[in-house]
């Protein structure tokens, strides 16, 4: 019987992850990556060149062009966050490896944060993924695994005297 290839899919791991995206420095660097691959673009004007400035603990980018400014995490899943991107990162490892989902309660112990942060972070998440989903339809031949087809019997009796 030959293997799985789906089953053992080669995953981030713990370690891995925390070499990538360990420290804040690395998860700005990785948004800003993912944002802007070949530099900082303004949407409105197309301009490309920015400057940029330390406010507080965020980067802000300042467009040359119009002047005006945008931070990072601007138009993404965590404007204006007072939560570390470490912490956000995180969580989605966490949710993006669970087979079976994860619950809210575990993922506050996970990150350490209250149940409504933690209860915010994960419905975010899942909106993202859901919208995300919606834009690519199966077709064609399609093999399912682990289904359950049909449902309950309704209007039979339950308990010992079921008739079989």
């Not at 690395?26 to 330390?54: K, M, N, Y």
């Not at 470490?86 to 619950?103: D, E, M, N, R, V």
């Amino acid at each position: 019987m030959s293997i799985n290839r789906i089953q053992f899919q080669t995953s981030l791991s713990m370690p891995d992850f925390l070499n990538h995206f360990g420290t804040e420095a690395q998860c700005v660097a990785a948004l800003e990556q993912a944002r802007w691959p070949q530099g900082f673009a303004r949407p409105c004007c197309r301009a490309t060149g920015a400057s940029v400035f330390i406010v507080g603990s965020h980067k802000m980018f300042q467009c040359r062009t119009c002047r005006h400014q945008t931070s990072l995490t601007a138009g993404t899943l965590f404007p204006s966050t007072k939560l570390p991107l470490t912490t956000w990162f995180l969580a989605i490892y966490f949710i993006s490896q669970a087979k079976t989902g994860l619950s809210v309660l575990a993922l506050k112990r996970y990150l350490g944060v209250r149940y409504p942060t933690a209860w915010l972070i994960q419905h975010k998440l899942m909106q993202a993924m859901s919208e995300r989903e919606t834009a690519f339809t199966l077709t064609g031949h399609v093999q399912v695994d682990d289904a359950y087809l049909g449902g309950e019997l309704s209007g039979g009796k339950v308990g010992r005297g079921l008739r079989k």
